[in-house]
């Protein structure tokens, strides 16, 4: 009978022991990675990522959408903190987009998850730093509810009210994993809705890609941080043997074999060019012109619209936040990006050069990872696009004095 307690006893013991380990390790595991997503850029690309509950995303037949009327608090896995996120009856981030007021100028912003920006609040994303920026040159008030004042209701109306705030509208439309195929299918969707006279599509170097589904969480990996990390490893490795697959193509040269220190990329060459291969299927893909030649037709498209529509169309490329904090200038996706708008004949910016200017003066990164911005980097983001898209903005107001001073 004691033999028997005995077993019992060291069995429960065990079974005890084993579920302390594992809690404790989690508990590491769900630091360490708080720790890394909260600290300075990471090396290697980040193969997904995750939103916590609730769910904010719906698969359509043109890609993921954000729900519409949200209004929650989501934790974003790129900064590590806690963010508002509210989206209007279009699905779009930010309060109402209201019938367009007499006078009103609205600048659409397209892009990917840099422009939508969850890992910012909302009135640190750079459309609505922008907006701020150009209501302050054309001197009069933001509108109320808009993109920059987080702290309206969902339900909120945004947009022009009287004749003492701000005609200028900027409306963020970013979708986060978006492509430039799924910008243009937003813009066909819900964009032309919002009647815009300038669209800004704020470009990535992955914008080739098509619109990805980012897993959330399944099962034991929904609970346990260690289940969790196991996946991740296990789609790392998937995406490595595609990004081998890609760059051998492209590239018609091995994949880098050689290992090199984390921060290796910023003083070598090599490492960089290992970097580059290891997001093959990511940002690594603008290195190769096949790129540029997949988005030229949507571009085109987004062109074509503009010409149909009316509004006046500007393309800004973010860089890589490699590319930004390397001691030397990588610039080979700029170059390629540079020649498909000098041919399309389209109005754009380039922000990887003044980028580079702010960090080597600060030393401080401007994105979380290796694109999201910090509030610092969206900042310094909408100031570059407001002397872009400054011109268009000036002759509206320009244009419409004259007929103000007339109604008066």
């Known amino acids: 009978m004691n033999r028997r307690r005995r077993i019992i006893f ?20 769900y630091w360490w990675d708080a720790r890394t997503a909260a600290g300075r850029p990471r090396a290697g690309p980040i193969p997904f990522t995750r939103l916590a509950d609730p769910p904010i ?15 929650c608090t989501i934790v974003d896995p790129a900064s590590g903190k806690e963010v508002r996120l509210r989206t209007n009856a279009l699905g779009y981030r930010g309060g109402q987009v209201m019938p367009k007021a007499p006078g009103e100028y ?56 009287g004749d003492s705030e701000c005609l200028i509208r900027v409306i963020n439309a970013g979708m986060r994993g978006a492509g430039l195929r799924e910008e243009l299918l937003i ?15 704020g470009l990535y170097l ?85 790129a540029w030649d997949e988005m030229r037709p949507d571009m085109q498209l987004i062109k074509d619209l503009a010409a149909r529509y009316g509004f006046e169309l500007v393309v800004v490329l973010f860089p890589s936040a490699l590319q930004v904090e390397a001691e030397f200038l990588d610039d080979v996706p700029q170059a390629y990006f540079a020649e498909m708008v000098r041919e399309m004949r389209i109005p754009h910016a380039d922000l990887l050069i003044p980028m580079r200017a702010a960090f ?16 610092e ?22 244009h419409a004095r004259p007929a103000d001073n007339a109604n008066h």
């Open 57 to 71: 995303n719906d698969m359509t037949p043109g890609g993921m959408r954000l729900r519409r009327m949200l209004d």
């Open 206 to 290: 992955n914008d080739a890609k098509r619109s990805r589904v980012y897993p959330l969480p399944e099962g034991l990996a929904a609970y346990s941080a260690i289940a969790r990390k196991m996946s991740d490893i296990a789609l790392a490795n998937e995406l490595s043997d595609k990004a081998r697959a890609r760059w051998e193509k492209y590239s018609g040269r091995p994949f880098p074999a050689m290992s090199f220190p984390l921060d290796a990329w910023r003083t070598d060459r090599e490492a960089f060019e290992a970097e580059k291969a290891k997001a093959a299927c990511d940002w690594g893909f603008a290195w190769f012109r096949a």
């Open 10 to 29: 060291a069995a429960a013991a065990v079974v005890f022991g084993s579920i302390v380990a594992l809690v404790f390790g989690d508990l590491i595991v």
């Open 106 to 161: 609205r600048i659409l912003v397209l892009g990917d998850s840099i422009t939508l920006s969850l890992h910012t609040e909302e009135k640190d994303t750079y459309p609505a730093v922008l907006e701020r920026l150009l209501c302050d040159v054309a001197g009069t008030q933001q509108p109320t509810g808009s993109a920059g004042e987080s702290s309206a209701p969902a339900s909120a109306p945004a947009g022009p009210r």
């Open 377 to 398: 980097g969206n900042r310094l983001a909408a100031e570059l696009i407001r002397e872009l898209v400054h011109p268009f903005v000036a002759a509206h107001l320009e």
């Open 187 to 201: 813009l066909t969707e819900t964009g032309l809705l919002t009647q815009p006279d300038l669209v800004i599509v």
């Open 360 to 375: 080597q003066a600060t030393r401080r990164s401007l994105a979380y990872d290796n694109c999201h911005l910090t509030p």
